[in-house]
């Protein structure tokens, strides 16, 4: 697909402290309607949008950029192209680096296709499989999607700043209003996948997706995919941000009390129907997706029961850190229903019956009963 993509110059950006936030009164625009929902624990002022799977059933292997899942921690930004920078620096670099959206079209470019995911995703299971609810956004398990990225490596850009051997971890920051910011490991950054994406499906970045640069760092929990980059910070130690010590961090349950920072996902599966779903009675085809950090999907199950399992029908694309498609054909009786689907990937990995509780809710990987009513 070919990428429309504005070419664009502009001004110098507005300098900043080494270790503290980029000014943002040269390149944002903050202006939205949202505000915290009454009774929101999460209490950010930001769009918060789930994919409905059901609209999945009849699209093809990509999710449109329209379905797409949005997270984000502030309101959108509106970035302004002219004036919009991006800066490389820091001890971990051999010299600062300045770059316009037009240098970094001029890159070599690269295209994949890869799934980002929320770490919270499936959270609202906690509370209705083990009874406990963790706070934050209720997602079920619509807080995924596959898109094709288009953009430059994250490692093209560290090299052109000269990376040093000392080099340990990469900052990634956003121009939001709270300068949404999470580290990467020195080896996470260089890995070919890891990009620096300017398209999404085609198009230019949208601004609820991170327009004009964003991360993409695949098999990661999303938040490590920071929006509306405009500075990479490259440090000689390790570092920290509200983002890895104290939110999108494993404490309580089997973790005690230590606060070990999200990073590789956990294989899923979802069924492309309404939550709950009706359904008359006679035969279906029930389709769903299944996915990986680890790789590819070798096999799905599915149980009407949660006792006897059935394989499914994996079909057409099969790609490692997106997803494979799936089918089976029902022929439904009167009554209510509980349908499980089990996926196992190339590595191995199968999802468990149960995910481990967490106080923050993250990565239930756990096979999950979708309610189903069959009636006349």
């Known amino acids: 697909m070919g990428m429309k993509l504005e070419k664009v110059r502009g001004a110098s950006p507005a300098s900043g402290g080494i270790l503290k936030p980029l000014p943002g009164d040269l390149f944002v625009d903050h ?10 624990p999460t209490q950010d002022a930001a769009l918060n949008a789930e994919m409905r799977w059901e609209a999945m059933a009849k699209e093809g292997y990509l999710t449109p950029t329209r379905l797409f899942f949005v997270r984000n921690h502030s309101p959108t930004p509106r970035l302004d192209p002219l ?13 600062a680096l300045e770059l316009g959206y037009e240098d970094l079209l001029r890159m070599s470019g690269v295209s994949l296709v890869r ?16 009874g406990r609810r963790a706070p934050g956004t209720q997602w079920r398990l619509g807080a995924i999607g596959v898109a094709e990225w288009t953009g430059v490596p994250l490692r093209d850009v560290l090299f052109r ?42 198009e230019p970045l949208p601004p609820d997706h991170g327009y004009p640069l964003r991360a993409v760092v695949p098999g990661w929990a999303a938040v490590a995919s920071v ?25 309580g349950g089997p973790f005690g009390k230590s606060r070990l920072p999200v990073s590789r996902q956990v294989p899923k599966s979802a069924l492309e129907l309404p939550w709950p779903a009706h359904l008359q009675p006679g035969k279906h085809r029930i389709s769903g997706r299944s996915w990986s950090p680890a790789g590819a999907i070798r096999q799905v199950k599915y ?25 089976f054909t029902w022929d439904a009786r009167p009554g209510r229903y509980a349908i ?27 096979t999950v009963g979708h309610p189903v009513l069959v009636t006349p």
């Open 161 to 202: 700043a000269g990376l040093r051997r000392e080099a340990r971890e990469v900052m990634l920051e956003g121009l939001d209003a709270c300068r949404m910011r999470r580290p990467l490991p020195l080896e996470k950054a260089l890995e070919e996948d890891t990009l620096l994406a300017y398209g999404m499906n085609g």
């Open 83 to 95: 004036r919009w920078r991006l800066r490389v620096e820091g001890p971990g670099v051999r010299r």
């Open 227 to 251: 929006k509306w980059i405009g500075r990479i910070y490259v440090s000689d130690t390790p570092l920290l941000s509200p983002w890895n010590t104290a939110r999108y961090v494993l404490t």
């Open 303 to 327: 149980s009407l029961d949660g006792r006897s399992w059935r394989p499914a029908e994996l079909f057409g694309p099969n790609l490692p850190q997106a997803w494979t498609r799936w089918r």
């Open 115 to 130: 799934a980002l995911e929320c770490a919270g995703n499936g959270r609202a299971f906690f509370a209705e499989e083990h």
């Open 340 to 366: 499980r689907v089990r996926a196992t990937d190339t590595a191995g990995n199968t999802q468990p019956d149960e995910a481990p509780w967490n106080e923050l809710g993250y990565l239930y990987g756990a």
């Open 31 to 40: 202006r939205t309607s949202g505000s915290p929902e009454p009774g929101d």
